[in-house]
T-cell receptor, first 111, second 112 residues
Framework: QKEVEQNSGPLSVPEGAIASLNCTYS??????FFWYRQYSGKSPELIMS????GDKEDGRFTAQLNKASQYVSLLIRDSQPSDSATYLC???????????FGTGTRLQVTL | DTGVSQDPRHKITKRGQNVTFRCDPI?????LYWYRQTLGQGPEFLTY????????KSRLLSDRFSAERPKGSFSTLEIQRTEQGDSAMYLC??????????FGEGSRLTVL
C-alpha cells in the first residue's frame, strides 16, 4: 500500500458546486496532513493543514481528518473555474517533518 | 518578495553533463528540503537540511546527486553525469520547525 493515496481524476464539477477531494493514508503516515494546490507547470501551493481529528474551515475550503478510517478530505464550496488545478494530499511521515505526497487529483470546474 | 527562490528556472542539458541548482529559502526558515516531481506524480522527497546539517537522504538520491547548505542559508543541488531519467522538476521547500512546507517555483531540468 502506498503511504498516501489519491484518485487521479479528473474530477469534474460545475461552477458553484461543492468539490470533494479524498485521500487515504497508511500506518506509516502520522497525524499531520496538508493539502496543496498545483496549477499546471507551477509549484505546489499550501492551502490547508490539519493536525487533529475533525473539520477545519478556511474560507471556501474545509479539510476533514478521520484518524480511525485513515482518511483525509478537502471540500471546496462554491467552486470557481480558477479552482481548476491538481490537488495534492501530503502526510507527515514523522521523520523530521518529511512530507509524503499522493499523486494528486485533477479538478476541473466547468462553466 | 521573501518567498523561496530557485535558480535557474529552466535548464536544458546534454546527457553526461553536470548541472547545479540553487535554492534560497525564506530567511527565517531553518529547514530546507529538496523534492523531485515528474509528470503525473506527486513530489518525491530527496533530502533535507536543518541549518547546515544534511539530516536525511532518500534512497532515490544516487551517488550522482549531491546537496549542500554550507552556511545554513542557501542550498545547492548538483547532478553529475546527467541521464535522461533525471529530467524532472526539482523543487525546493523551506519551513521553520513546523511541518508546513513552502515551495519555490522549481527548476525544470530537461536532459537530451
Amino acid at each position: 500500500q502506498k503511504e498516501v493515496e489519491q484518485n487521479s481524476g479528473p474530477l469534474s464539477v460545475p461552477e458553484g458546486a461543492i468539490a470533494s477531494l479524498n485521500c487515504t493514508y497508511s500506518d506509516r503516515v502520522s497525524q499531520s496532513f496538508f493539502w496543496y494546490r498545483q496549477y499546471s507547470g507551477k509549484s505546489p501551493e499550501l492551502i490547508m493543514s490539519i493536525y487533529s481529528n475533525g473539520d477545519k474551515e478556511d474560507g471556501r475550503f474545509t479539510a476533514q481528518l478521520n484518524k480511525a478510517s485513515q482518511y483525509v478530505s478537502l471540500l471546496i464550496r462554491d467552486s470557481q473555474p480558477s479552482d481548476s488545478a491538481t490537488y495534492l494530499c501530503a502526510g507527515d511521515t514523522g521523520t523530521a517533518s518529511k512530507l509524503t505526497f499522493g499523486t494528486g487529483t485533477r479538478l476541473q470546474v466547468t462553466l | 518578495d521573501t518567498g523561496v527562490s530557485q535558480d535557474p528556472r529552466h535548464k536544458i542539458t546534454k546527457r553526461g553533463q553536470n548541472v547545479t541548482f540553487r535554492c534560497d529559502p525564506i530567511s527565517e526558515h531553518n529547514r530546507l528540503y529538496w523534492y523531485r516531481q515528474t509528470l503525473g506524480q506527486g513530489p518525491e522527497f530527496l533530502t533535507y537540511f536543518q541549518n547546515e546539517a544534511q539530516l536525511e537522504k532518500s534512497r532515490l538520491l544516487s551517488d550522482r546527486f549531491s546537496a549542500e547548505r554550507p552556511k545554513g542559508s542557501f542550498s545547492t543541488l548538483e547532478i553529475q553525469r546527467t541521464e535522461q531519467g533525471d529530467s524532472a522538476m526539482y523543487l525546493c521547500a523551506s519551513s521553520f520547525l513546523m511541518t508546513e512546507l513552502f515551495f519555490g517555483e522549481g527548476s525544470r531540468l530537461t536532459v537530451l
